[in-house]
């Protein structure tokens, strides 16, 4: 999905900085967390992700004071307002710039969780404990653990960048990250192509 306004992503760096003082977690998602992860830059990235805990939303919309905050859903824009709450469903995205008219600078993506567990958000059967959702690189910047993000890339296998992502993560995945992620992928979708690569042997 394409709003009029270009993106002009926010760095690393950036974002770290725009994060600063953040009173919860908060972890770089997408294609980046691959790269954190991977230690090194592995393809352009024409955006900027972040994950937050969708319970965290009040605290989020504090931190993002002076932002022009935009909730997308259904291929729709809308204002985020102070006291919306989104709920589960396709309510868990927004995008966010410096004001109407400036370039998107980063996208914001809230996360399941039930008690002490996250919860894939296109199947909540598929879980893990909160403290295995994320890692931080040498620098110590917060992102999705790999298998995690290469979860959420595995919607769309075919496309270009998210096959490049998981060519580049395979080989560095050890044994207990190929068996989660091929579970994982099992519970979700039959015969997905990633599986038969997982393997030990793959």
Known sequence: MEDHEPWVPLSIGDMQEVMAGFPASWWIAGGWAVDLSLGRQTR???DTDVA????DQPTLFN?????????VAGGMFSAWRDGDWLEGGERFQFWVRRGAGAPWAFEILLEETED??????????VRLPLTAFGAKDAAGTPHVSLPIALLYKSNRPTDA?????????LPTLDAASRRW???A???????????????PDG
Do not use: C
């Open 44 to 46: 352009p990235h024409r």
């Open 116 to 125: 002490d567990d996250w919860l894939y958000r296109r199947n909540p059967a």
């Open 185 to 199: 992928l099992a519970e979700i979708s039959s015969g997905h192509p990633w599986t038969s690569r997982l393997a």
């Open 63 to 71: 931190h993002l004071r002076g932002w022009d905050v935009q909730i």
């Open 161 to 169: 960048r998210n096959a490049a992502d998981f060519e580049s993560a």
């Open 52 to 55: 937050v805990l969708r319970r």
């Open 181 to 183: 992620l091929a579970q």
